[in-house]
Every structure is written in structure tokens, then in C-alpha cells.
């Protein structure tokens, strides 16, 4: 059986496209929690209480523009060319710029005779797919619980079960069936995570450095090829076998345990000196859904295997639920100068690098240096009539 993780590397590796460290394996990990869930809702092997358990991991990439959120997504969910397109044999599957609140869960309007009438939105549309936004910005208030109560609410609700619910003047809005994974994009910023919407979703993040770029600009000059043998007519949707696949492998376990055992022993390393967890019960349960997913997505289930892949991605995962609270751009110049010849470049490289390649502003990218020399992860040293921006004690 060739798995869903198979067909991912094989198509990436065909069309000669950059791989963003622990950013692809995330998306193929929501591909396989997705296939999980929706089996699981049409079979209900799996209870949390007396409901189906829900193992979707939604999934927000943060990225500066103009690096891979919007590729990465249209190389997955678009039309007729994505790896994830199945001309809707399986589930549908789509990509937007981004979403108004109205459109995630429809409107009731009136027809021509003044009755109300159900207009269909992207719960209903999609209840079984997968959909992506490449730059969804309303998404940080409701991160920072600052978004409007009932849409929160609402979409919390949609996000975590397989129902949505809504309230309006003309009568009450309530799709049934709901599996739905969301991808979306943001630039860097702060979130402050405290609502519980976060706890729904892994955060993937990319800041390119210099020889990264270099590289992109390479494969960007040579992106076009010559469709030698005219085949995109004959095209067969490229994971379409192995969902099925899977799905099949998931229903073949049936009613079974699914031991988290490995997993809770990584985490539990998660510790300060004195042995207190760093990471909360309530937060656990997407690290789960990512090994789970991760495992499906390369034929293991029902097994849940910690290698060495999944280990990377779940201590990725905690870097960036800690680094999105305090300090998102820390992990950027981290990235930025670990790449140098003695961890350096000069402020006026450096500069040039924020403003033109990572296309922060002027103001920005003084306030982004002078944060960084502040918390003296960064120092300066004038070497002639250069200035030379070091990086204070490199991390892992």
C-alpha cells in the first residue's frame, strides 16, 4: 500500500519544490487526521463522552508574504492541479484569498415572496473538506479572544464538533455533518492564544534566511517546463487511491484502542528543573491529533509511533505555541544569522534583508533590531565604517 505521506514526497519531489522545514509534514498530518475524522463520523469507531471524537487538526502557517503560504496552499487544495484534488469523488476541496464572516456559515435571506431562505456557506458547501485561506487576518482576534462572542463561539463550535450553529433575526442557522479542516495563512505577528479557538490548531511557521532565498530565487527562474506530453486531460487525481486506501485500513481496524502511550511519554519530557509541565492538559490533545494524523497518513494506524519525524514536529509545535505568545519575530533573526559565516552580517545586509526580501517596512525592521538588541539575543560591533550584527549564544 502506498501511503498518503508516499504520494505527498513523490509529487513534491516531482515538481522540484522547496520544503519548508516541518511545514509540509504538519499539512500531511491534518490530510491523514482529516481522513481519520471523517471515517470516524461515518462509523463512530472512536467516543469522546457519547459523541464521534474529533482528531481534525486545523492548521495556521504563519510566513512572511511572498513565502510559500499561498504555493503551498494551491499546491495542495487547488483545483484539478492540487495533490489533494479528487473531483470531489472523495471530499472537496478548495483555496481563497480569505472569508468573510457571513460566508463561513451562510445567511438566511428572503426570496422573491418574502420568505426566509437558507443561503448555503462554507460549512455547508464544504462540510466535508478540506478548505484553505491563504491570509486569513480576522483569525488574530479571534486567537486573542477580541473577535465578536457568537462568531467565536460559532465557529469554535464548527471547528471542534460536527456541528455549526448560528443565531440571526430571520431564524437560526444549523448545519449537521460538519468535518471541515481549515487551513489558513497570517504574517508574523504576536497572538496571545487565550481563546480556546487556538487549541484547535497547529502552527507550521517559515523565516527564510539568505541562502534560503538564494535557493527560491533559483527555483523561481526555472518554474516553467514544456508539457511534453500534453497528459493534464488524462490526469488522475493524485492521492485519490491512497485516501481510499487508508480509509479502508481505518475501517478494517474497527472498534479498536488507539494507544497514545509514546506520545504521552515525549511530552511529558516537556519539564522545568523542578518537574512542573509545561504543557497544559487543555493543549495536549493537538499534539495527539498530530501524531495520530501523521501516523494515519503513513499507513500505521492503529499504531501511534513517536520517530524522529514526528518528535521534530511536536517540538516545533511547542516552540511556536511559545514563541507566538511572546516574542514571533525572535526565531526569524535566529534563522536569519544562524546562517552566516560566524553567525553575522551587517546591519545595513540585514536591513536590506527585512525590507526588500521579508518586505517589512523601514520603521518596522528598526523597531524588529532594536527589540532584539534590546533583549540582547543580537549585539553590535563596528568593524571599519560597517556595523556587524552578531547573534548572542546560538539555540537549538
Not at 471515517?39 to 481534525?56: E, Q, S, T, V, Y
Not at 499546491?75 to 472569508?99: A, E, Q
Not at 481510499?244 to 506520545?263: H, M, P, R, S
Amino acid at each position: 500500500m502506498e501511503s498518503i505521506n508516499d504520494v505527498v514526497v513523490r509529487e513534491i519531489t516531482d515538481r522540484g519544490i522547496f520544503i519548508c522545514p516541518n511545514v509540509i509534514e504538519r499539512m500531511t498530518a491534518s490530510i491523514g487526521s482529516h481522513v481519520m475524522n471523517l471515517c470516524n463520523m461515518d462509523h463512530k469507531f472512536i467516543l469522546k463522552g457519547r459523541a464521534p471524537a474529533n482528531f481534525r487538526t486545523h492548521l495556521v502557517y504563519i510566513s512572511p508574504s511572498g513565502w510559500t503560504k499561498s504555493f503551498y496552499f494551491r499546491m495542495f487544495l487547488k483545483h484539478f492541479y492540487g495533490i489533494l484534488w479528487n473531483d470531489n469523488r472523495i471530499f472537496p476541496i478548495d483555496v481563497h484569498s480569505t472569508f468573510s464572516t457571513a460566508a463561513w456559515f451562510g445567511t438566511i435571506g428572503t426570496n422573491k415572496d418574502g420568505e426566509p431562505e437558507e443561503r448555503k456557506g462554507v460549512f455547508e458547501t464544504y462540510k466535508r473538506g478540506i478548505i484553505g485561506a491563504d491570509d486569513y487576518q480576522p483569525l488574530i482576534d479571534l486567537f486573542d479572544g477580541t473577535g465578536k462572542g457568537q462568531d467565536e463561539i460559532a465557529l469554535m463550535t464548527a471547528l471542534d464538533t460536527d456541528e455549526a450553529v448560528k443565531n440571526l433575526a430571520l431564524g437560526q442557522l444549523r448545519i449537521k455533518g460538519v468535518g471541515l479542516t481549515a487551513w489558513f495563512g497570517l504574517r508574523p505577528t504576536r497572538l496571545k492564544l487565550t481563546s480556546g479557538l487556538a487549541r484547535r490548531f497547529t502552527f507550521p511557521r517559515f523565516f527564510p534566511n539568505r541562502k534560503e532565498a538564494a535557493i527560491f530565487r533559483d527555483l523561481a527562474r526555472n518554474e516553467l517546463t514544456p508539457n511534453l506530453e500534453y497528459e493534464f486531460d488524462e490526469m488522475e487525481p493524485p492521492l485519490e487511491r491512497a485516501i481510499n486506501d487508508t480509509d479502508k485500513l481505518i475501517v478494517d481496524a474497527g472498534v479498536c484502542d488507539i494507544d497514545f502511550e509514546q506520545v504521552h511519554d515525549y511530552l511529558n519530557t516537556f519539564r522545568t528543573d523542578s518537574g512542573v509541565p509545561l504543557i497544559p492538559h487543555f493543549e495536549e490533545n493537538i499534539y495527539r491529533n498530530i501524531a495520530l494524523g501523521w501516523s494515519v497518513a503513513n499507513g500505521n494506524y492503529p499504531s501511534v509511533r513517536m520517530d524522529d519525524v514526528i518528535k521534530g514536529i511536536l517540538l516545533d509545535e511547542y516552540q511556536s505555541r511559545q514563541l507566538l505568545r511572546t516574542e514571533p519575530f525572535r526565531m526569524m533573526f535566529h534563522r536569519i544569522l544562524m546562517a552566516e559565516e560566524d553567525h553575522s552580517m551587517s546591519l545595513s545586509e540585514l536591513k536590506l534583508f527585512l525590507t526588500n526580501f521579508l518586505q517589512f517596512s523601514e520603521n518596522e525592521t528598526e523597531m524588529l533590531i532594536m527589540t532584539e538588541k534590546r533583549a540582547k539575543r543580537i549585539e553590535f560591533d563596528k568593524k571599519g565604517r560597517k556595523i556587524i550584527v552578531t547573534l548572542i549564544e546560538p539555540e537549538d
